[in-house]
Every structure is written in C-alpha cells, then in structure tokens.
C-alpha cells in the first residue's frame, strides 16, 4: 500500500476531514461573536495537529510494512477524540447557550468537557484493543501517591468548582477575608483573585475561602448592593443627646453627597456614655463600595458644620490642659476681630443703610455664625426659614424647580447676602440655596432684627423702598419692562412691602 492510499485510509476511518470541518466553523463562530476564547482555540488546535502528526507516523509506517503503524493509530484516534470533544464543548457553552440567556462557570465548563474527553478517550482505546483493566490495576498505586502529594491542589480545584456551582461568592463581589478586603476579580481553578482598593491583587487559594468564614459586602436578599458604615464622633455633656442627634440627623438629609443612599436614610444614634463626653455614631449606606474612606470624610465634614452651626462642639478629653495665657487684652483682641469681621460683612447689605451706628452695633452683636461644608443645603425652596444670609467667604449656587426641573440661575460669593424678602415679610423661600465649597456666613433672625425696628419703626419705610426697588429691578430685567412701567409699578410694590413688613413684626 503506498503512502498517499495508507493516509486516505486512515483519515477517513478516524474522521479527519468532518474534524477539520468542525474546527474551520468553531473557529470562524468564536471570532465572529468577538469572544475571548483565544486560548481554547489554541488548545483545540494542538490536538487536531498531534492527531495529523500521528496520522502521518501510521501512514508512513504502513507504506513501509511495518506493524508499528497500529501503535501510531490508537494516540491519532484520541487526539482527535479529545479535539472533537472540545470544538463540541466550545460551541455549546460559548456559542449556542449564550444566545438563548443561559451562563455556566467557567469552572464547571471545563470540567464537563475534561470528564467528556477522558471518557472519550478510554472508549477509543477499548475499542482498539488495549487492556484497561491491568493498566488500571497497576496505577492504583500511583494514583494514591499522586494524590497525597496534589492534596492542596486538588482542595483548591474542589473549592473553585464548589464556589463557581453554589454562588456564594461570584465574581464583582466586594469580600473581606481575615484582613483582606476588596472586589474578586476572577475565581480560577487553583486561586481567587481580589482586588484591594491599595491597588494589590490578593491571591487567595481556594480551599482557604472554603475553610474560613468570608464576608460578602452589601449582599442583601432582594436589595440593592449597599453597604451601611459608621462614623464616630463624641460630644461632651453640655448638650443633650436629643438635641446632638437632631442637628446632625436634619444636615445628613439635607446633605447632597453622590455615594450617600437617601434610603434607607442615614441617622445618627448614642452609642456609649463615656466619662466626659457623649460618644455618637452617623450610619449611612453607601452605594459605591470603592469608595468608602473619601465618602467618610464627607460625612465627617458634614456632622463638623452642623455642630458647629448649632453652637455645639466636639468633645476634648477631661484631662486636656490649656497652658495659652487667656489674658484681658487677648480676649478684647479676639473680640474686635470677630466683631470687625461681622460689621464688615453687615456693611454689603443695602437694606440697613439707614441705620444709625448704635443700631447696626446692635445686629452685629445678633449674628449667628453658620458654616456650612461642600454640598450642603443652606436653604431650600418653599422653606419657611426667617433668617437672612450674610456670605462671608465661599461660593453658593442659587437653584430654582425641584428633582430633574432644579436648575442654576445665579452663584453668589462673599460679600454677598440673600434671603432678605422671608427676613422682613416672612415669605417663603423662593429658590434653593447649595454650597459650592465650604462655606463662612453670618446669620440674622427676625428676634434680633425686631428689637430696632419695634424702638424704631420708620425704618421699615426705607426697607420696604430697598425691598420694592430691587424686586421690580429684578422684574424689568426678565419681563423687558419700560421705565415708565417699572416707576408704576414700583409705587404699588413699595406699599405692599410696607404693609407686610409692619404685619409680620407687629408694628400696627
């Protein structure tokens, strides 16, 4: 028999020509579908070349009457065997099940298509006329030794196909593990892969993640992936818990911050009682879990301003010594700086120009310190919030609608005010007020604003001339009035202010 009629005879008893065919169309299907199976491909095509490779011994073998072409025809045969098994296996799982909706792990593919080719082969080798049963008789032996001595590996193989079938862990949860606490990034046969937000890949063996108790971050049955965190914070006594939790309870919800979820809310609860102060704690649920430590610090820059614009403050230790000298002179220096700074910012304010020094004097000593950080809400529309605004330092965004209608339509920095209309008629907040960087202002209540306007009452006739004059300012701007109109129109405002104004302080 010649070479050419041996080769021909052989392909076609082990199918060559239907296997070639079927790894052409795996081939072409995987790349067209643009699917990362680069290395499969790469396996598969090893065993169709080895069949080939062996095919060729055989034939030239035969061609040359020697009986050792059967010794090359049974390895050709399970070559193509294991290749037709994988081009099967390939296709099912990353071709055909993917377009109707159904995943299998990548752990679970490979053992399905492992069991398949050593059946496979063992079936090929039967029908050839090997043996098994004392081959298998005389590995027995081997086969324990080699066990003992892969005993980990073989544990890390179990433990990556139990946690791929089980779900307990998949791939894009954030876990923590001992000190280890980050997202997994692949689950491999012998290894789990986590990803620690210090940049640092952490090899974790599978049979440890099987072993230990492991932690899944912000997996709640039928929620949404939050992770709810604690902050700390102490507060001494001179202030009750209520009032603490209140204050800084009402500047969460108002807080804008991106990674905070709004619901559940965040709340801020007592927990311990300490020697000298009161040990708090703001729980909030944060919905980027990559982003925990910088989402903290806003919390805690939130729960500062609030205390501090409540006149609360955090708590120092007991045994704290003050060794500064607060003498007469650097207390009067103190207070001439706080009040110079008051008096300044009082001084951009148009509606007190007709004050005396006495009176404004008097405002100065009024003004209420009130810092606000990053995101926070000064004030918001519709709120009925009698206070008027002096900006000091910082830059606030002016706001009107509400949800996806709000839109900008001004910014103010220092040295500006607002909120001068629900000062002196009590009218309701008509925008909405968001710092744009932290934020330094002083502000003023109707109590103290009363006092000179009730030992003074004409005051409120320039008020309501200021008020009226830049109300229709505003109105011509937007509506094209002319000036014949506005002086018309300002008269009537004018008298409407005034009647308000003496209505809501009393004045008769």
Request: net charge positive; charged share 20%; hydrophobic share 50%.
């Given at each position: 028999m010649t070479f050419w009629d041996a080769l021909l005879n052989h392909g076609t008893e082990s199918l060559t020509a239907y296997l070639a065919v079927l790894l052409l169309v795996t081939h072409v299907s995987v790349r067209a579908l643009n699917l990362t199976s680069t290395v499969r491909?790469?396996?598969?095509?090893?065993?169709?070349?080895?069949?080939?490779?062996?095919?060729?011994?055989?034939?030239?073998?035969?061609?040359?009457?020697?009986?050792?072409?059967?010794?090359f025809l049974v390895p050709a045969?399970?070559?193509?065997?294991?290749?037709?098994?994988?081009?099967?296996?390939?296709?099912?799982?990353?071709?055909?099940?993917?377009?109707?909706?159904?995943?299998?792990?990548?752990?679970?593919?490979?053992?399905?298509?492992?069991?398949?080719?050593?059946?496979?082969?063992?079936?090929?080798?039967s029908r050839s006329g090997v043996n098994l049963s004392g081959l298998l008789a005389t590995s027995a032996v081997a086969t324990a030794a080699v066990g003992l001595a892969l005993q980990d590996v073989i544990g890390n193989v179990a433990g990556g196909l139990a946690l791929q079938l089980d779900n307990s862990v998949e791939v894009g949860d954030w876990v923590k593990l001992g000190?280890?606490?980050?997202?997994?990034?692949?689950?491999?046969?012998?290894?789990?892969?986590?990803?620690?937000?210090?940049?640092e890949t952490v090899i974790v063996p599978n049979s440890q993640l099987m072993k230990n108790q492991v932690s899944v971050l912000g997996r709640r049955t039928g929620k949404p992936r939050l992770w709810r965190r604690w902050v700390y914070f102490n507060v001494d006594y001179r202030f009750q818990p209520s009032d603490v939790i209140e204050c800084v309870s009402q500047a969460l919800h108002a807080a804008k911050i991106d990674r905070m979820a709004m619901e559940p809310l965040p709340n801020c609860v007592l927990i311990d009682l300490a020697e000298s102060y009161g040990r708090?704690?703001?729980?909030?649920?944060?919905?980027?879990?990559?982003?925990?430590?910088?989402?903290?610090?806003?919390?805690?820059?939130?729960?500062?301003?609030?205390?501090?614009?409540?006149?609360?403050?955090?708590?120092?230790?007991a045994h704290a010594i003050f060794v500064t000298e607060e003498s007469a002179d650097r207390a009067a220096l103190k207070t001439e700086k706080e009040t110079n700074r008051r008096a300044m910012a009082l001084s951009h304010v148009e509606l007190f120009a007709s004050l005396s020094e006495a009176e404004r004097a008097k405002l100065v000593r009024g003004l209420r310190y009130a810092p606000f950080s990053r995101g926070e809400i000064l004030t918001r529309q519709g709120a009925e919030a009698h206070w008027l605004y002096l900006l000091d330092e910082g830059e606030v965004s002016i706001r009107v609608g509400e949800g996806s209608l709000e839109r900008e339509?001004?910014?103010?920095?220092?040295?500006?005010?607002?909120?001068?209309?629900?000062?002196?008629?009590?009218?309701?907040?008509?925008?909405?007020?968001?710092?744009?960087?932290?934020?330094?202002?002083?502000?003023?209540?109707?109590?103290?604003?009363?006092e000179v306007l009730q030992?003074?009452?004409?005051?409120?006739?320039?008020?309501?001339?200021?008020?009226?004059?830049?109300?229709?300012?505003?109105?011509?701007?937007?509506?094209?009035?002319?000036?014949?109109?506005?002086?018309?129109?300002?008269?009537?405002e004018q008298g409407d202010l005034l009647n308000r104004i003496r209505g809501f302080f009393g004045l008769g």
């Open positions: 491909l790469k396996a598969l095509g090893f065993f169709f070349a080895m069949h080939l490779v062996c095919l060729l011994g055989a034939a030239s073998l035969h061609a040359a009457g020697s009986d050792l072409y059967r010794d045969r399970v070559f193509a065997g294991v290749a037709a098994v994988g081009m099967l296996g390939l296709m099912i799982f990353a071709v055909i099940l993917p377009r109707i909706r159904v995943s299998t792990p990548r752990i679970l593919q490979d053992v399905l298509i492992a069991l398949a080719s050593v059946a496979v082969s063992i079936v090929i080798v000190d280890v606490n980050g997202q997994v990034t692949e689950i491999r046969w012998r290894y789990t892969a986590i990803e620690t937000r210090n940049w708090y704690a703001v729980r909030y649920w944060l919905k980027d879990l990559a982003v925990d430590d910088p989402t903290d610090s806003e919390v805690r820059t939130v729960v500062f301003f609030a205390l501090q614009r409540a006149g609360m403050r955090l708590s120092i230790p339509v001004a910014r103010l920095k220092g040295g500006s005010f607002f909120g001068e209309m629900s000062l002196m008629t009590g009218e309701a907040r008509s925008a909405t007020v968001v710092a744009l960087t932290d934020v330094e202002c002083f502000r003023l209540d109707k109590a103290t604003f009363q030992q003074r009452p004409e005051i409120a006739e320039h008020l309501a001339k200021v008020l009226a004059k830049r109300k229709v300012e505003l109105s011509a701007a937007r509506g094209g009035l002319d000036q014949d109109a506005a002086a018309r129109r300002l008269g009537g």
